[in-house]
């Protein structure tokens, strides 16, 4: 019960986890494609937000001690 509960919690306050990499993963392949076309300070930022997005993830993950596989 309580661990229902928990997991509940977790998937409603941090999303689902295990999609997450997969998402910000292909967000940071999207702004490198845009910047390549247009190499602007704005997509640079775009992409430095999109990659610390998906590193903050994977660390949040590891943290939790939990696997994607």
């Known amino acids: 019960m ?3 509960v928990r997991g509940r ?3 409603i306050t941090y999303g689902d986890i ?3 990499p ?3 993963g292909n967000n940071v392949i999207t702004a490198e494609q845009a ?3 247009n190499n602007s ?3 640079r930022a775009n992409l430095d937000k999109a990659k610390a997005k ?3 993830n994977l660390m949040m993950i590891e ?3 939990m696997s994607l596989t």
Do not use: D
């Open 18 to 20: 295990y999609n997450e």
């Open 2 to 4: 309580v661990m229902e």
């Open 54 to 56: 998906y590193v903050l």
């Open 63 to 65: 943290e939790f001690g």
């Open 9 to 11: 919690w977790s998937e």
């Open 22 to 24: 997969k998402t910000l």
């Open 41 to 43: 300070p704005e997509k």
């Open 35 to 37: 910047m390549k076309t």
